[in-house]
């Protein structure tokens, strides 16, 4: 059998409820593999180890009694460290918040613990959630697992839930999108990674960056792994207003309808600029193996660079999240992260007319790019356009969330998926864009991509 702690999350929950692993021993498989390498990885700000065993025990008696509230009954989740979680600790990722606790417990938080999960502890995160890189000056920075030997990118913000499942250290984990946080780790972490639009999942209880963007999204093995816990999160929310009118729609039943027939845009040759060979050798590949299963590959034109969208995505989080955290960046008493700092400060700089300009300018574009891909399914990308930088050579000044950023600004929901590894090892991404509340397409073709390759099955050599 595989080991216990790159199984799926599905297959972990087949063998719970036949009684082939117990709750009890998956939990703590992963709590000695923390222990042993989180140390270097620095996936976890907290592990609620006690609290998770005792939940383990539970479990197992329910499941043994016949009394399973679900098929995630005793499974093990890592939710990033801005989900609330009442009476604990949630930093944010910012020092001075090290201390800070949590009034609520975040809806999504509450929802999968209703589904049996068992929350393992607290992933690390960009501070206020705010940069794609993965990078925290003051609490650390998640290790790469892909290479132990070079400290590169874990992708941001989300980073420490990217690491702690490509290390084998949960089998999933929660991260937040508001420009990429999900989908960035996913992809140099070699997982899969669903954005979701907004209100699909409730942010109640998660700390805002841009509430306009921000959106809550499973970090996970498999392409069925991400639909099981996007089952288990998604619904309307009577504490989120954006929840309204937004109804549960289950992907799993079409997910293994095929692809045949669809037609899925590929990028055109302007946004190949500056796109690493390697990846767009991955990115490629894919194309032919997605015609290969029937889709027709098809051009569509445009109104615009990615590049340009990206900077006005960057206004947006830059206003909102001065109006969350404004009077903490301003504060140059508090430990706060330099590179952080001056994308908050954009939000310090706008005035009113121009941040009203800014959503103005948004509802032109998205109807402009909504004209355009009317006739397609899904418009593919890289996920990133290098694989994951060695930490020194990183430009904080720029930003890695080239084609991811637009799909929030765009409004609509995304999948990143593993679609093959450089020379050197490291993993390259794929993402599928689809429309606003089109999750169902966005994981029913990633699902046929992952049936044609195999490159979900690969774990990181040093930590397996």
Not at 401 to 407: E, G, I, K, L, M
């Amino acid at each position: 059998m595989t080991d216990t702690a790159f199984m799926t999350v599905k297959a972990l929950s087949d063998a719970i409820a036949s009684g082939d692993l117990s709750p009890i021993d998956v939990m703590d498989r992963y709590l000695s593999r923390i222990e042993a390498h989180d140390e270097k990885l620095h996936a976890f700000v907290t592990v609620y180890g006690d609290g998770a065993r005792m939940a383990a025990e539970a479990a197992d008696k329910a499941v043994r009694a016949g009394q399973a509230v679900g098929p995630l009954h005793g499974v093990p989740i890592a939710l990033k460290d801005i989900i609330d979680m009442e009476g604990r600790v949630t930093t944010g990722g910012s020092l001075p918040w090290k201390d800070r606790i949590s009034p609520t417990t975040a809806t999504l938080a509450s929802r999968l613990i209703a589904a049996g999960m068992i929350v393992i502890g607290k992933t690390h995160t960009v501070e206020f959630a705010m940069g794609g890189w993965g990078t925290n000056q003051h609490m650390g920075t998640p290790w790469n697992p892909w290479d132990a030997a070079v400290h590169r990118t874990p992708g941001g913000s989300s980073a420490g839930s990217g690491v702690s499942v490509a290390a084998g250290l949960a089998p999933c984990a929660i991260g937040t999108d508001t420009g990429g946080s999900v989908r960035l780790p996913a992809a140099w972490c070699g997982l899969v990674g669903l954005k979701t639009t907004v209100g699909r999942v409730s942010t109640h209880g998660v700390l805002p960056l841009a509430s306009t963007l921000d959106t809550p999204g499973p970090m996970t093995r498999t392409v069925e792994d991400a639909a099981l816990i996007y089952n288990a999160m998604q619904g309307p929310d009577p504490l989120d207003a954006h929840t309204k009118g937004v109804p549960f729609e289950d992907p799993l039943p079409d997910m293994r309808r095929g692809i045949a027939g669809l037609r899925i845009a590929r990028m055109g040759t302007r946004e190949r600029d500056g796109v690493d060979a390697e990846v767009l050798q991955a990115y490629d590949a894919s194309l032919e193996t997605l015609a290969g299963l029937g889709a027709e590959i098809v051009d569509v034109e445009l109104p615009g660079r990615f590049t340009g969208l990206g900077a006005l995505t960057g206004k947006i989080i830059g206003a909102e999240g001065y109006l969350f955290v404004g009077d903490r960046v301003d504060d140059m008493e508090l430990q706060i992260d330099e590179d952080v700092r001056p994308r908050i400060w954009i939000g310090k700089e706008m005035s009113a007319r121009e941040y009203l300009e800014t959503l103005r300018d948004r509802e032109a574009i998205k109807a402009a790019y909504d004209e355009a891909l009317s006739g397609v399914d899904a418009y593919l990308t890289p996920t990133t356009a290098t694989p994951a930088v060695a930490l020194e050579d990183v430009d904080q000044n720029e930003t890695p969330a080239t084609f991811t950023r637009v799909v929030n600004l765009l409004d609509r929901c995304a999948l990143s998926i593993p679609n093959g590894f450089t020379a050197g090892g490291l993993p390259t991404s794929l993402q599928i864009m689809c429309d606003a509340y089109d999750e169902a397409m966005a994981l029913r073709i990633g699902w046929a991509f992952e049936q044609a390759t195999d490159w979900v099955n690969r774990t990181p050599p040093d930590f397996a």
